[in-house]
Nanobody
Framework: QVQLVESGGGLVQAGGSLRLSCAAS????????MGWFRQAPGKEREFVAA????????YYADSVKGRFTISRDNAKNTVYLQMNSLKPEDTAVYYC?????????????????WGQGTQVTVSS
């Protein structure tokens, strides 16, 4: 089992940047593929990005491709989401998730462990 804690959310103006962090504790972090999801008010949770256990391969939703970057530091048990050129429609609660089956797809059911989320608000 792994426990996940997100941080780094906040209020930023459109065009600005934020870096989210997700610290993991518990079983070996590098056994898990990791993902970021987000949920805006009144909307379903949606996939943002994912990264393989090695960090070699990354995947992105079309809506964030070219603006967001997912990365991980297995020595620090941490996964990051660098968010640039933020837009008001990026406003949401952002969640990190861990997959023990190396799944890196967009289906939230493929991830077993979830953090509590961190709020990101982008003002226009």
């Amino acid at each position: 089992q792994v426990q996940l804690v997100e941080s780094g959310g906040g209020l930023v103006q459109a065009g600005g940047s934020l870096r989210l962090s997700c610290a993991a504790s518990g079983r070996a972090f590098n056994n898990y593929a990791m993902g970021w999801f987000r949920q805006a008010p009144g909307k379903e949770r949606e996939f943002v990005a994912a990264i393989t256990w090695s960090g070699i391969s990354t995947y992105y939703a079309d809506s964030v491709k070219g603006r967001f970057t997912i990365s991980r530091d297995n020595a620090k048990n941490t996964v990051y989401l660098q968010m640039n050129s933020l837009k008001p429609e990026d406003t949401a609660v952002y969640y990190c998730a861990a997959s023990p089956t190396y799944y890196t797809g967009s289906n939230s059911n493929g991830y077993r462990y979830w953090g509590q989320g961190t709020q990101v608000t982008v003002s226009s």
